[in-house]
């Protein structure tokens, strides 16, 4: 169980499903910093980024993550910097976090930050299911999430497919614990 509170979950919901083309709208993380009697005690980062000008807003993007463009408001450098250190001395796990990585790592290098070993040596939950190849219809975080039992009413919001890939995450690695209080 101490693994946990070395790991970092992260998501991210985007401008467009191609990095080339698009930012990070939403970005969130949470990081286990407590365990205690079968309870987590959970920090949580879930920032809305302001998009550059002239960058380009798929439809297909934004159908699947049903974010309102006027709530994408923070700057990116602030937002960016204060993942860091939120994020800072931990692992990286995320669900396809090849997509997620890749996104942070143009949007950074776009306003001059440098992500440094950040993702080295990540967790891809995605890879683990695919390598136990669970009785599902599709490797969906969704799909995964409700053959485990979890509520995917609030999924592609980057802050809820956070949560489900800690809880994905856990049922593979059989922990049997729960969220006790968020802070952040």
Known sequence: MDELLNLVF?????????SKYGEI???????????????????????????SENIRIDEEAMRINQIPLEKCTADKTDVFTRFMEFCEGRKVVGYNVGYDIRYIMDDMEK???DCGRMFYNSIDVYKEVQYRRLPTINNKLTTIAEH????????????ADCML????????????LHVNKRKG
């Open 25 to 51: 709208l939403q970005l969130s993380a949470l990081k286990v910093v407590g365990i205690k009697d079968g309870k987590m005690e959970v920090a949580k980062f879930n920032e809305f980024i302001a998009p």
């Open 165 to 176: 890939t800690m809880f994905v995450y856990m049922q593979l690695r059989g922990y049997n």
């Open 111 to 113: 306003i001059g930050l």
């Open 148 to 159: 485990f039992g979890a509520d995917v009413s609030n999924a592609h919001d980057s802050a």
């Open 10 to 18: 992260i998501d991210t919901e985007t401008s467009s499903l191609y």
